[in-house]
């Protein structure tokens, strides 16, 4: 049964799982964006895959989980954490290596990877209790 509640976390799960499924692998693999490709010291194809896998899986699992966004929680939570600490490690490699400002710029991979913690912090079914605004709500 869907979950009509909370219409802007449902709308959030969607487009950032559709992102991560068609974007991800779009940019990295079959455009080869200059902002998404990590070519230092050289490309490494075996690791591009694996995270378009990773990203395309998870993609999957939000988009599923917009059905009942307060069941989801728990993995809504790991996608801002994972999503904030993966993308903060991608900014620091970018401003310190060379050649790779391309990733910190307006879409590129650096700005790409902070949207989903950003929007689904945001759009949290539990009133942004991260930033202790509210009590979380119950899943029953």
Do not use: C
Not at 72 to 98: K, N, Q, R, Y
Request: aromatic share 10%; proline share 6%.
């Amino acid at each position: 049964m869907i979950n009509l509640e909370y219409p802007w976390a449902r709308l959030a799960l969607i487009l950032n799982g559709l992102g991560m499924v068609m974007l991800y692998p779009i940019n990295m693999l079959v455009i080869e964006r200059p902002g998404w490709i990590w070519s230092f010291p050289s490309r490494n194809m075996a690791m591009e895959h694996m995270l378009v896998a990773v990203y395309v899986t998870m993609g999957l699992f939000l988009i599923g989980s917009a059905r009942n966004p307060l069941r989801a929680v728990p993995l809504i939570d790991f996608v801002i954490i994972s999503g904030a600490i993966h993308a903060t490690a991608m900014l620091f490699d970018a401003l310190t290596m060379p050649g790779h400002m391309a990733h910190t710029m307006i879409g590129g991979d650096v700005i790409g990877t902070y949207l989903a913690p950003v929007t689904l912090a945001l759009t949290h079914p539990r009133k942004l209790y991260l930033f202790g605004r509210q009590k979380a709500a119950s899943l029953s």
